[in-house]
């Protein structure tokens, strides 16, 4: 099942003259042995000889030379024998291993990018072997990793990855299809028609949901998939992009279990599936709201939240934001489900108890919602009816679409502006969103999309358009909320740079109504 890739990622050369307990522990560590591979261990615990004799051979492969030794002077040794990399006893071996295989990707192409193109390259061979057939790509990425590692330890981490592993095999072994690992994730390629490929990610999702066995340990955790559909004589990299793009999309869901985003779909099929059964959801009540917090970097109090549209589709399991309007728009039901959606979040508002009286909710309206002739008397009608106070509510404009007529659209913002609401543009700085938005529509807030602030503590440029935005808004008297923050570092950033808000998993993920006063208790506490 596995990928060349993935075989040459985990497959590592053993020096001749190594002790028979060399390679009982490569193979406890997960890895092959092979003669044709990148990465190669030598043992050193005797002396230096295997490392100076295979130095120039590993200079001329660009290979990771690995030097198993007894002790610290051992390395510095075998440092100066030509090693590349060094572990200190057996048990140092398995991280030593990747950390060798990660320097190996890099010296053949800077990184990442070299991952990235291996994994076009794993791509295209598959689909041309299938042609005809159709390809399905799938990213799922394990959730709580980090946590798993932080409280059972990077051994525990690791076989629960080795875990999902098999089980993903196991599950995908009556179809065609490649299952890549990079870190926690996988990539998993699929042939066959849009049915076959619906029952391999219930396969998958099914597989990573049950709770694994890990060192006597019973660990649960969740799964998130973005899966997208390979249009005819679609590039590999576009496929893969897609995919990834779902997954990222994805991270809006969580919890045990799965949470799946179906990227937009080339061929339809799979879409056109969805488009369908949405018709029946939202009478049998699948469509629901969660709602992610919004924390001020002032003082770290919880000021307001976004609801988020889920599905919990009965094959599928739950689906995010973007696969439900993807199937709403090719059913025809964008603004019954806007109007469903918008309904549906402030009715939990108005049943919310007296402790999160005090919160904001920002509810999502597309563009061709606001372009829409009688938008604003409707939403406020739906407010209204809803007995949720205005000055509570705040109409989120999400990038759905570019907004044709500007100067036509802004006096239905500025009618929910005077009747209490307020206006917030979503995802600014990528997307539709341009700096006509600010000169023309009247706005309280901008939210500065995920794909600048995750990056904004590593890269100076990502780094550099954030400030812009920050002092763009600071000029025009708006506020900001920043979107996917999950680290104290892009926290602390922002708030030095002038951020009023921010959202994102360092807070929390998008809760239900149960959770989110469990955690407006505990921080009105702290």
Same mark, same amino acid.
């Given at each position: 099942m596995g990928s060349s890739m993935d075989q040459e990622r985990a497959t590592v050369r053993i020096v001749p003259g190594a002790r028979d307990d060399v390679a009982e522990a490569?193979?406890? #560590?997960?890895?092959? $042995?092979?003669? !044709? =591979?990148? %990465?190669?261990?030598?043992?050193?615990?005797?002396?230096?000889?295997?490392?100076?004799?295979?130095?120039?051979r590993a200079i001329a492969r660009r290979a990771a030379l690995v030097a198993l030794v007894a002790d610290a002077a051992g390395a510095a040794r075998a440092h100066d024998a030509g090693a590349t990399h060094a572990?200190?006893?057996?048990?140092?071996?398995?991280?030593?291993?990747?950390?060798a295989a990660r320097y190996v990707r890099r010296m053949r192409g800077e990184g990442r990018r070299a991952e990235e193109a291996e994994a076009e390259d794993d791509a295209a061979a598959f689909a041309l072997a299938h042609h005809g057939a159709g390809v399905t790509a799938m990213i799922a990425a394990l959730t709580s990793f980090e946590i798993v590692?932080? #409280?059972?330890?990077? $051994?525990?981490? !690791? =076989?629960? %990855?080795n875990a999902a592993q098999a089980r993903l095999a196991q599950a995908l072994a009556a179809h065609a299809a490649i299952v890549t690992r990079d870190g926690s994730a996988f990539t998993i390629l699929l042939a066959g028609a849009p049915v076959e490929a619906e029952a391999a990610l219930a396969a998958v999702e099914r597989a990573l949901a049950a709770?694994?066995?890990?060192?006597?340990?019973?660990?649960?955790?969740?799964?998130?998939?973005?899966?997208?559909?390979?249009?005819?004589?679609?590039p590999s990299a576009d496929l893969l992009r897609r995919a990834a793009e779902a997954l990222a999309r994805a991270r809006g869901g969580g919890g045990e279990g799965a949470t799946t985003q179906v990227a937009p779909d080339h061929d339809g099929a799979a879409l056109s599936a969805l488009a369908a059964d949405l018709h029946r959801a939202i009478e049998r009540g699948e469509i629901e709201v969660r709602f992610q917090p919004q924390v001020a970097l002032s003082d770290g109090r919880v000021a307001g939240v976004e609801a988020l549209a889920r599905w919990q589709h009965p094959r599928l399991g739950l689906l995010g934001a973007a696969s439900l309007l993807a199937a709403a728009d090719r059913a025809g039901l964008g603004v019954a489900l806007s109007e469903h959606l918008q309904a549906l979040a402030l009715a939990h508002v108005a049943a919310w108890p007296a402790t999160l009286a005090h919160l904001r909710v920002a509810v999502n309206v597309t563009a061709a919602d606001v372009a829409r002739a009688g938008f604003a008397d409707g939403f406020l009608a739906r407010v209204g009816s809803s007995g949720v106070d205005p000055a509570r509510v705040t109409a989120e404009i999400t990038e759905g679409g570019l907004i044709d007529d500007l100067e036509a659209v802004a006096p239905a913002l500025q009618v929910l502006r005077a009747a209490g609401c307020r206006v917030a543009v979503d995802d600014f700085g990528t997307g539709y969103s341009s700096l006509a938005y600010l000169a023309t529509l009247p706005l309280d807030y901008l939210k500065i999309d995920r794909a600048l602030t995750q990056d904004v503590v590593a890269e100076r440029r990502r780094r550099a358009v954030v400030e812009g935005v920050l002092a763009i808004a600071a000029a025009l008297?708006?506020?900001?909320?920043?979107?996917?923050?999950?680290?104290?570092?892009?926290?602390a950033l922002l708030a030095a740079r002038g951020c009023t808000y921010y959202q994102g998993f360092l807070c929390a993920e998008p809760l239900n109504d149960a959770g989110l006063v469990a955690l407006v208790a505990g921080n009105a506490s702290n």
């Amino acid at each position: 099942m596995g990928s060349s890739m993935d075989q040459e990622r985990a497959t590592v050369r053993i020096v001749p003259g190594a002790r028979d307990d060399v390679a009982e522990a490569v193979a406890l #560590a997960g890895w092959h $042995a092979g003669e !044709d =591979a990148r %990465v190669v261990l030598a043992d050193a615990r005797d002396g230096t000889a295997a490392v100076a004799a295979e130095d120039a051979r590993a200079i001329a492969r660009r290979a990771a030379l690995v030097a198993l030794v007894a002790d610290a002077a051992g390395a510095a040794r075998a440092h100066d024998a030509g090693a590349t990399h060094a572990a200190v006893g057996l048990d140092a071996l398995a991280p030593t291993l990747r950390f060798a295989a990660r320097y190996v990707r890099r010296m053949r192409g800077e990184g990442r990018r070299a991952e990235e193109a291996e994994a076009e390259d794993d791509a295209a061979a598959f689909a041309l072997a299938h042609h005809g057939a159709g390809v399905t790509a799938m990213i799922a990425a394990l959730t709580s990793f980090e946590i798993v590692n932080a #409280a059972f330890g990077r $051994a525990a981490g !690791d =076989a629960l %990855v080795n875990a999902a592993q098999a089980r993903l095999a196991q599950a995908l072994a009556a179809h065609a299809a490649i299952v890549t690992r990079d870190g926690s994730a996988f990539t998993i390629l699929l042939a066959g028609a849009p049915v076959e490929a619906e029952a391999a990610l219930a396969a998958v999702e099914r597989a990573l949901a049950a709770p694994f066995d890990v060192g006597g340990e019973t660990i649960q955790v969740g799964a998130r998939i973005g899966v997208a559909r390979a249009a005819v004589d679609e590039p590999s990299a576009d496929l893969l992009r897609r995919a990834a793009e779902a997954l990222a999309r994805a991270r809006g869901g969580g919890g045990e279990g799965a949470t799946t985003q179906v990227a937009p779909d080339h061929d339809g099929a799979a879409l056109s599936a969805l488009a369908a059964d949405l018709h029946r959801a939202i009478e049998r009540g699948e469509i629901e709201v969660r709602f992610q917090p919004q924390v001020a970097l002032s003082d770290g109090r919880v000021a307001g939240v976004e609801a988020l549209a889920r599905w919990q589709h009965p094959r599928l399991g739950l689906l995010g934001a973007a696969s439900l309007l993807a199937a709403a728009d090719r059913a025809g039901l964008g603004v019954a489900l806007s109007e469903h959606l918008q309904a549906l979040a402030l009715a939990h508002v108005a049943a919310w108890p007296a402790t999160l009286a005090h919160l904001r909710v920002a509810v999502n309206v597309t563009a061709a919602d606001v372009a829409r002739a009688g938008f604003a008397d409707g939403f406020l009608a739906r407010v209204g009816s809803s007995g949720v106070d205005p000055a509570r509510v705040t109409a989120e404009i999400t990038e759905g679409g570019l907004i044709d007529d500007l100067e036509a659209v802004a006096p239905a913002l500025q009618v929910l502006r005077a009747a209490g609401c307020r206006v917030a543009v979503d995802d600014f700085g990528t997307g539709y969103s341009s700096l006509a938005y600010l000169a023309t529509l009247p706005l309280d807030y901008l939210k500065i999309d995920r794909a600048l602030t995750q990056d904004v503590v590593a890269e100076r440029r990502r780094r550099a358009v954030v400030e812009g935005v920050l002092a763009i808004a600071a000029a025009l008297s708006l506020e900001t909320i920043a979107e996917g923050v999950e680290t104290e570092e892009q926290r602390a950033l922002l708030a030095a740079r002038g951020c009023t808000y921010y959202q994102g998993f360092l807070c929390a993920e998008p809760l239900n109504d149960a959770g989110l006063v469990a955690l407006v208790a505990g921080n009105a506490s702290n």
